[in-house]
């Protein structure tokens, strides 16, 4: 099994979890965070796609497994601190559960703090997740 | 004083806290991974310059206030769960204080999680942190 104390430092973050980064390779859109734990980043290293850990689920959640939209890993960048994970990825379909590209799809006004929706919806959510 | 509440929910981080991803608005580089609390992202919003929270010095973090390597925000998204801030920035000289352009500087070998360095070295810390 490989040691991956070496690139990250797992002891920093809350309860073994550590923020995710994941950018989209082509277009270099940020397109989620996510959290990883030990176990999510060695499946990731070894099978080439996003593994990340659910704090609701308290699981590994391996992204795509239910939407069929995956990710497929192209380069794994870690932060100065060791403590910040940044995925470069194959984004198969829409990365955001709502469908859009990305899960940041709305702008904040900085004068009154208001959303708007500023990205193309991709896919609807209910043909993906049958909700 | 705005209302940020409907842009963020503050109450899904611990401590208040909530990632923040720093995005160079020019070249979409990741730059760098912090947090903010709502102060910090109220005074972001009234003063166009990123402002995070350190959680080390447990204070307001006036980036660049330093090292004069401040970002200048030009847009600010949200995602899906409103619980992740990407912050859209015209970065002065180097965002990582390792001065690298990123923080992000270093890659993960697949096959033993080894680092390599791969971006080029920006400034020497030394001359602007006077360390």
Redesign the interface.
Known sequence: M???S???DFSRG?DGLL?V?A?DAE????L??AWMNEDALRET?AT?QAVYYSRSRKSLWRKGETSGHRQR?K???????RD?I?LRVEQTGAA???G?ES??????D?Q????TV?DPRLVDPKEVYGK
């Open positions: 490989i040691d991956v070496t690139a990250v809350a923020p980064i950018q277009n270099d859109r940020v989620m965070m290293l080439g890993v380069e794994i960048r870690v932060d100065c601190d910040t940044l955001c559960h709502e859009y899960c940041f799809f709305r702008s904040v900085p009154d703090a208001s959303l500023v």
